[in-house]
């Protein structure tokens, strides 16, 4: 959704990869960029990036508007990452410390942190490891009841012990990455999910390869 305002951390890659992924499963999909002045396409599901503080405030008054929250409650399925995991939650606050209602899909709030995180993000979501990068001002807290999406390993997520929520078919992170390319196996779960598919054949892919390189450094690096 929205390239020109939710793009500037490169997660519309994870379009790239999803789409790749079915297609080379044979599953026949259609990646569609909606711009600003689009209308809201119709969606099994709805990638929403990071973007800047203007540009994520102006998202919210966008898919407010398209009444989006009427395809999640129709059971479409979400992966944000980032801004989009702030804009998913009852209030999110940016520039200065003001704070901002946000789509009240999940409930989370996102405060102003004393300092910005930027740097590599390293989790486990059930324990499958997680890697990405964040770079954010924000902290987020979820609800009692709201699951997160992983736990923290290495950086800070929503609070340095969480990162992230799931509730239902939404799905958030704060991992960049873009996170879908960095972590495949979190790609065809996002596509299971999303279209009701049973376990997907393996693929071999550079993508697939460099993950195991990388949970193997990660592994050697813990260990020394
Ligand atoms: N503008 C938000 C923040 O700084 C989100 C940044 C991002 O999407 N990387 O917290």
Not at 22 to 38: K, N, S
Not at 77 to 95: D, R
Not at 134 to 149: L, M, Q, R, S, Y
Not at 183 to 199: I, S
């Amino acid at each position: 959704m929205y390239p020109e305002l939710l793009g500037t951390y490169g997660d519309g890659g994870n379009g790239l990869v999803l789409s790749e992924r079915a297609r080379r499963r044979g599953v026949d999909v259609e990646l569609v960029r909606a711009g600003m002045d689009d209308r809201l396409p119709v969606g099994d599901v709805y990638l929403l990036g990071g973007g800047e503080d203007g540009p994520q405030r102006l998202a919210v008054a966008l898919l407010r508007e398209a009444e989006f929250s009427k395809h999640v409650d129709d059971g479409a399925m979400v992966f944000a990452v980032c801004a989009g995991l702030q804009m998913l939650g009852t209030s999110f606050s940016v520039q200065g410390d003001d704070q901002y209602v946000g789509l009240g899909l999940v409930d989370a709030v996102t405060t102003r942190a004393p300092a910005r995180a930027v740097g590599d993000l390293v989790t486990t979501v059930e324990g499958i490891t997680m890697v990405g990068f964040e770079n954010h001002g924000g902290e987020t807290t979820i609800g009692a009841g709201v699951k997160p999406f992983a736990s923290v390993v290495h950086g800070r997520g929503n609070d340095g012990r969480v990162d992230g929520f799931r509730s239902g078919r939404i799905w958030a992170t704060y991992a960049h990455g873009p996170v879908l390319a960095l972590n495949p196996w979190l790609a065809d779960a996002v596509l299971v999910e999303a279209l009701g598919l049973g376990e997907l054949a393996p693929l071999d892919s550079v993508a697939d390869r460099l993950y195991e390189t990388r949970c193997q450094a990660l592994m050697k690096r813990s260990a020394d």
